[in-house]
């Protein structure tokens, strides 16, 4: 994730999400005269030539707030243009540092805890680096839901919130909507029990009446979307296979998106993997966080963010007594 090779299109930006043992961000405002003046942003700068992206961090952070020895780990890399020109962003969570941090070229520097950046004018695309930031590196995925198995089913949901899953999507294609939305009813006091967030596959009335944080939809129904159909806060994401529906994706406003499949499954065993460098050949540079699915575990974390993913989504992995 770090020193991909240069992209005549984008300008290559290195930004930090400094973080301190509060949980607080620290962010900077932009100074009179430069692009977005007035805007709050992640400080951070451009890649010189010949320079790595970890070294760039390393100098415009000690350039522009005078910390040096900055420890952490790369959160995400995506490409937008919805600024003075395209860039492409390299972003990494610092959680250790030396120096006190201050505005060494004028600008305003500030704490902010995570649910009041809400209340600062952010630069464009700040979304999509808290999306990153914030979204856990695991996604569950739930077996389909088998009314003769109900107490196996729960047993299994059960395990997996109790081993740390905390963002899960409730998959029950064998359901109708009145049937789906029953359960959900059952899976989202438990699911809220353990702070984990649950996602419901169907539309957003149902999200609302249960109470559930987002909605997931496959990626057919991305393309025939004129809107994104939740307001945020509430999360929605989208299933992909390739670049064009990821980037359907990133265009109707998801939060992230799930990407396969990296190997071969047993539910679709005459699908052929992509492989990691498949993947992440389509996953490119696209502008929102992106698990990597099918096939694919634990095991397959750190593989998965060399790749630029946010994590790795599973069903068996996660669920009863699978990996967590």
Request: proline share 7%; charged share 25%; with cysteine.
């Amino acid at each position: 994730m770090d020193d991909t090779a240069p992209d005549s299109r984008y300008l290559d930006i290195a930004v930090g999400v400094v973080v301190d043992r509060d949980g607080c961000l620290l962010v900077a405002r932009r100074r009179p005269g430069t692009p977005g003046a007035g805007s709050w942003e992640f400080p951070g700068g451009k890649r010189e030539p010949g320079e790595t992206m970890a070294a760039c961090l390393e100098r415009e952070l000690g350039e522009e707030i005078g910390v040096v020895d900055c420890r952490g780990e790369p959160i995400i890399r995506f490409a937008h243009e919805q600024g003075v020109r395209p860039v492409r962003l390299h972003v990494w969570r610092i959680h250790r540092w030396r120096g006190e941090p201050a505005g060494r070229e004028g600008q305003q520097l500030r704490w902010v805890a995570p649910e009041a950046l809400a209340g600062l004018d952010l630069l464009p695309a700040t979304d999509i680096i808290l999306n990153a930031l914030f979204l856990p590196q695991r996604y569950l995925i739930t077996p389909d839901f088998e009314p003769a198995h109900e107490r196996a089913w729960f047993a299994g949901l059960d395990a997996a919130l109790a081993r740390g899953v905390r963002l899960l999507r409730l998959r029950a294609g064998g359901l109708d909507d009145r049937a789906y939305e029953r359960l959900a009813e059952r899976v989202a006091p438990p699911a809220a029990a353990a702070n984990a967030r649950l996602l419901l596959d169907r539309d957003a009335a149902m999200v609302e009446r249960v109470g559930a944080a987002g909605l997931h939809w496959p990626a057919a129904r991305v393309a025939a979307a004129a809107a994104r159909p939740v307001a945020r806060p509430r999360l929605f994401a989208a299933s992909a296979h390739d670049a064009n529906e990821l980037a359907a994706a990133a265009v109707l406003g998801a939060d992230f998106a799930t990407l396969s499949p990296v190997r071969a499954t047993p539910s679709h065993p005459e699908t052929l993997g992509l492989g990691w460098a498949g993947w992440a050949e389509r996953r490119r540079d696209q502008a929102l966080p992106v698990y990597a699915l099918g096939g694919v575990g634990e095991l397959d974390l750190a593989e998965a963010r060399a790749c630029n993913a946010q994590g790795v989504a599973a069903i068996r992995a996660f669920w009863g007594t699978g990996g967590g």
